[in-house]
């Protein structure tokens, strides 16, 4: 099937990226960040709240280094000057691996949390309601930016609404052609479900897939199948009448063996985000869910170049689809 527009924009984030914050920030909002590390030399990314499209007005600067053994930064700076560092020894991220960073404003601090695991809080030295920017940069590939509003959401509950943010190309030197004018807003970018697109050249070992999204409220199941023309290589299928997540593949019609063992509670949550990695190996699919490996998957299928299509269906609504 033909990609949308709206897929596109939202497969095509580019870094480095800026983008407005609508409203500015409040006691409450929360901003969630979902990408993945590159896996190159560089050795750094930055996510920046701050105060206009400049960078001489920073209220929390977010700056992971992969070096030293690796830790994470935070600082604030105002008018061109930086203040004293936060260093944080510890490295939530890995290199070409995805990731979910959310910021939490509360009304003495940015609470920040990596992959559902608190990481850190940095008090405000300034006023954070001065904030109305986002910026990105760095060794990262962005998949996409959500606001959501103080309020909207309780336990096993979505979003109320949920504000997508995208980017435009950018020029050298200049983080957006026009600061007047705020980068394209979607309200829950439409990927129309069942969903079915292709996998260009089929699998192969360190082929990844990456798919988020939201599971809806009071799901039942839902499914991601790694397709090899009328066959299924791949199927992965939450079941949430079952709390399992069961796996399998089916050939002429007929199904395998099911496999449901995991090394925790069941990873996905109604009414959450979620962000689903698979690996391809040459021996199976290295699966993870919000940056935490579930397990491994043998082939069943071992053409792995005749595995072509993917098709997400059941009770989710996708954000973001990379193939």
């Not at 700076?77 to 070409?96: D, S």
């Not at 995805?98 to 300034?126: A, I």
């Not at 079941?239 to 019609?253: D, K, L, P, Y």
Request: glycine residues 8%; hydrophobic residues 35%.
């Amino acid at each position: 099937l033909p990609i949308t527009s709206s897929q596109a924009l939202t497969a095509s984030l580019v870094v480095p990226f800026s983008g407005i914050i609508q409203g500015g920030l409040q006691v409450g909002l929360q901003i969630t960040v979902n990408g993945s590390v590159l896996n190159t030399s560089t050795s750094r990314f930055a996510v920046n709240l701050q105060t206009g499209f400049g960078d001489n007005d920073i209220a929390l600067h977010f700056n992971p280094r992969f070096e030293d053994g690796g830790y994470v930064v935070c600082n604030t700076k105002q008018k061109g000057c930086w203040g004293n560092e936060e260093r944080r020894m510890q490295m939530p991220f890995q290199k070409g691996r995805p990731f979910q960073l959310c910021f939490l404003v509360q009304p003495s601090d940015f609470k920040v949390t990596v992959n559902g695991s608190f990481f850190v809080q940095y008090s405000h030295r300034v006023p954070f309601h001065l904030v109305d920017n986002i910026s990105v940069s760095g060794a990262v590939q962005l998949s996409y930016i959500s606001f959501q509003p103080p309020g909207v959401r309780t336990a096993n509950q979505a979003p109320f609404t949920q504000t997508i943010i995208h980017t435009v190309q950018t020029t050298p030197g200049q983080m957006f052609p026009n600061p007047a004018i705020p980068p394209p807003v979607y309200q829950n970018p439409s990927y129309p479900m069942p969903f079915f697109t292709s996998i260009p050249g089929g699998l192969y070992p360190s082929k990844s897939i990456v798919i988020s999204g939201i599971v809806l409220p009071g799901a039942q199941r839902f499914c991601i199948d790694l397709r090899s023309g009328n066959d299924i290589a791949f199927h992965l299928n939450p079941r949430f009448n079952e709390n399992a997540v069961v796996r399998n593949t089916q050939i002429n019609n007929r199904w395998g063996t099911e496999e449901r063992s995991l090394p925790g509670k069941m990873p996905f949550i109604q009414g959450q985000y979620f962000l689903v990695w698979i690996m391809c190996e040459g021996y199976c699919f290295k699966v993870s869910v919000d940056g935490q490996h579930q397990f491994d998957y043998y082939h069943r299928v071992n053409n792995l170049t005749a595995i072509n299509h993917l098709q997400v269906t059941g009770d989710v609504q996708l954000t973001h689809v990379q193939t």
